[in-house]
């Protein structure tokens, strides 16, 4: 069945620490691969998105991922963390065969100032 | 980015009534709609995928006479919940995919709460 897992459930940081939060996903067809960020009191909004083609790619507000296909990863990485990150960060695939979108438990990031 | 528009916001009924929540897209086609639950502290559970002209297609374990979905046009989709009972209190979500594996933009969520 199709899965997605963070190892991440409860992420504290200081202001300016690097940041990378980890995403498994158990499927072996075709995937789109997403993550999305869910502010406090707001809905979720897409941080970046891989469908083919390098799989190191570029979001909004400095965040990056890369798409490691040997291992079904697709980690969410940033450099320098502010403390206006702090939010939820939901990893999430799409299958072709299925037509689902399913997301991961979350990850919780408190960044401190 | 794309604007999903989901009413009502919250919603408090009385145990044994049915409610209706609408999703739409509104500046786009939406081909694919999910409907997803979220409790306190979790994830999204997937409650159904939707596809515009054909039946939803429902997660093992969600009772598909209980959460009726409807994606009449490509710019709506509802769910129903029948017969509410306090256990379906909780926050659901929608989404729209303009076509399928695309990118999914979110309504801001229902709170429901039966009492």
């Known amino acids: 069945a199709q899965s997605v897992s963070q190892h991440n459930h409860h992420v504290i940081l200081s202001e300016a620490a690097s940041l990378e939060l980890g995403c498994n996903y158990s499927?072996?067809?075709?995937?789109?691969l997403f993550w999305y960020v869910q502010y406090p009191g707001q809905h979720l909004q897409l941080l970046l998105k891989?469908?083919?083609?390098?799989?190191l790619v570029k979001g909004i507000k400095g965040f990056e991922a890369e798409f490691i296909k040997s291992k079904f990863s697709f980690n969410l990485r940033k450099p320098s963390v502010q403390w206006s990150d702090t939010a939820e960060y939901f990893c999430?695939?799409?299958?072709?065969?299925?037509?689902?979108?399913?997301f991961g438990q979350g990850t919780t990031l408190q960044v401190k100032p | 980015g794309a604007v999903v528009s989901q009413h009502p916001s919250w919603v408090i009924c009385k145990s044994g009534t049915s409610v209706k929540i609408e999703c739409r897209s509104l500046?786009?086609?939406?081909?694919?709609m999910f409907w997803y639950r979220q409790f306190p502290k979790q994830s999204l559970m997937l409650m159904a995928t939707?596809?515009?002209?054909?039946?939803?297609?429902?997660e093992q374990g969600v009772e598909k006479d209980k959460f009726l979905i409807n994606h009449a046009s490509l710019t709506l989709s509802t769910l129903t919940v029948t017969s509410a009972h306090p256990e379906d209190s909780s926050f659901y979500i929608c989404?729209?995919?303009?076509?399928?594996?695309?990118?999914?933009?979110f309504g801001q969520g229902t709170r429901l709460t039966v009492v």
């Open positions: 499927y072996g067809g075709t995937v789109n």
């Open positions: 999430a695939v799409y299958s072709g065969n299925t037509g689902k979108l399913i």
């Open positions: 891989y469908f083919s083609g390098d799989p």
């Open positions: 939707s596809n515009e002209g054909s039946k939803a297609t429902y």
């Open positions: 500046d786009f086609q939406a081909t694919t």
């Open positions: 989404s729209a995919s303009q076509y399928r594996g695309t990118e999914a933009f």
